[in-house]
């Protein structure tokens, strides 16, 4: 890499992650379960002029969606809950950008994601927040509290000292840089990120990471084109598009080779592993989020159903310690977060 390109990466780098708008910083995961410190973590994600009351400390601004997770059966192989049996079950989701900025134009946040809610016959539940990025820019939490301080610093020669201490930085400062933007949630490939156990019938484990593969082919678009587009396209976008029939994605679940890292997911793992397509993810309805029903939902990865636990990546636990608190204090300020007045349009 050259003086110049690197330079390049580590701008692109600081974009992203400075201020409020971390493309990641939803994993939360500096801080081991004992010592985790959710107000800490929502005060680093607070922007300048305080948070969006009533709404989620990252991830702020979304919309709702319904739809039906389609399981064809096959991932009962690998895990034995129930909604991996051949079937269809309801899912309720939710489309957002990477930023704490309510008021973020679409054109301008790297990172989007895809998170859902799937609920099995037996009650169980499946929640899981996916991410546009194919893994995380660093490999430890101690790492990650670097990188946040290292961004949000003055100082000019801050980031070129983190990117010294911790060159695993450099292959997502090329992802942020070099990857190809799309003009729409649909287009978008979402990423697990984060190594899972699936548990068999037989009480077999498998360490696994999944991802949602879009149907509907991805068009590039330049950055300077969706900057000249509505700073809320994305949203009007998925709207019109669903409305004129379903959208869905292919579930690929991998599975670890006995070498490949499972705690540490800024490294992906190589192409070639053993993936089993297990259902398809379709997106029927696209409501806005005041009045729709992703609102109350807390997406946190540890509700699981039985066949599926974390593993020992640590940033699942700590996203939900987190998650927790984003929730307290957005469901105790509702009333500056009310639904939309009959008749208001949005």
């Not at 003055?154 to 992802?175: S, V």
């Not at 729409?184 to 697990?192: D, L, Q």
Request: contains cysteine; charged residues 20%; proline residues 9%.
């Amino acid at each position: 890499m050259t003086q110049r390109s690197a330079i390049g990466s580590l701008i692109a780098i600081a974009a992203i992650v400075g201020g409020a708008a971390l493309a990641f910083a939803y994993t939360a995961g500096w801080f081991s379960p004992d010592r985790l410190r959710p107000e800490r973590y929502l005060a680093a994600l607070q922007p300048s002029a305080g948070p969006a009351l009533g709404h989620r400390r990252n991830h702020a601004k979304g919309i709702c969606f319904t739809g039906v997770f389609s399981s064809n059966g096959a991932g009962a192989a690998l895990s034995k809950a129930q909604l991996f049996t051949e079937g269809r079950y309801p899912v309720t989701g939710r489309f957002s950008l990477a930023s704490a900025d309510l008021a973020a134009a679409d054109g301008s946040t790297r990172v989007r994601a895809l998170a859902f809610r799937i609920v099995s016959p037996d009650g169980q539940e499946w929640r899981s927040g996916n991410i546009s990025a194919p893994f995380f820019p660093v490999g430890t939490p101690d790492a990650f509290l670097d990188l946040l301080v290292s961004s949000g610093s003055e100082d000019p020669g801050a980031m070129p000292a983190f990117a010294a201490r911790h060159p695993e930085i450099a292959a997502f400062g090329a992802w942020a840089k070099a990857a190809p933007w799309t003009g729409s949630y649909a287009e978008e490939r979402y990423n697990g990120l984060n190594a899972f156990i699936f548990t068999d019938a037989s009480g077999a484990d498998h360490p696994v990471r999944w991802s949602l593969l879009p149907k509907d082919q991805p068009v590039d678009v330049s950055a300077d084109e969706l900057a000249k587009r509505s700073p809320n396209f994305l949203e009007q976008e998925i709207a019109e598009r669903v409305s004129r029939g379903p959208v869905s994605w292919t579930m690929a679940v991998a599975m670890a080779n006995q070498d490949d890292p499972i705690a540490d997911p800024s490294k992906a793992w190589p192409d070639g592993r053993r993936t089993i397509e297990v259902g398809m993810l379709t997106v029927q309805q696209v409501e806005p989020e005041p009045d729709g029903p992703c609102r109350e939902i807390n997406f946190d990865p540890a509700v699981l159903p039985v066949g599926i636990r974390t593993s020992e990546d640590p940033f699942p636990a700590a996203r939900s310690a987190v998650y927790a608190k984003s929730y307290d204090r957005r469901t105790a300020e509702a009333s500056k977060y009310p639904a939309t007045p009959a008749g208001a349009k949005r």
